[in-house]
C-alpha cells in the first residue's frame, strides 16, 4: 500500500509491508483478528500531513532577503527553501555600509551615497576599492527591472590591487 503526499515539492512515498495477521483482544474479551499493516499505515498518513506542512513547516519567516537597518536579513538560505526555514542575518560590512531593497524578495549591500547607475557606467578604482554598477536581476520584462546601485569591491581583501586603465578597472594579482 503505497501512501504519497503531494501537496508541496518534495514527493514522499512510504510503503507499508504486507499485512500480517494477529489475534488480539478485543473489549469483550473475544479474540478478534487485526491486520498489523493498518498502524504502519495510520503512521504513515500523520508522517505525511506532519511532512506536507498541514501540521507546521516550523518556518521563522515569510519574506526571501529584507533590510534591517544596515543587516541583510535572507529567508531559507541554503537548500531546504520550503521547510524549517529561518532567518541568516548578514551585515553590511566596508565598503558596502547600505542595505537598499531592490524589490520585494531581493535585498543587497551598496555604497552609502546610494547612486543609481546603468551600462554606461565605468568602473572605476577609489584607492583599493574598485566601484562597479551592481549587476541586474534578470526580470524578464526589462522596463520593471529595478535601479542599480553603486558597489565597492575591496581588492585588498583578496591580496589584489585595484588597476584603473582609463575607461575601465579591475583589481589585479599585486606583484
Known sequence: MAIEASLY???LHFYAPKRRQHLRRGPSGRARSRPAGDRV???TVVLSFSAA???GCDNDCDFFQRCNGSV???CGDGPDQTFHRR???YPC???NTVCIERDADHAACFLPDETICGDTFERRCEGETLIVC????GYTDPSNEPPR?????DCEADGRSCVDYGSDASCVESR
Open 87 to 89: 532567518i541568516r542575518r
Open 53 to 55: 506542512g498541514l501540521v
Open 93 to 95: 560590512d566596508e565598503p
Open 41 to 43: 499505515a495510520l503512521v
Open 134 to 137: 551592481s549587476s541586474e536581476l
Open 149 to 153: 546601485y553603486l558597489e565597492g569591491v
Open 9 to 11: 515539492r518534495p514527493r
Open 72 to 74: 541583510r536579513e535572507v
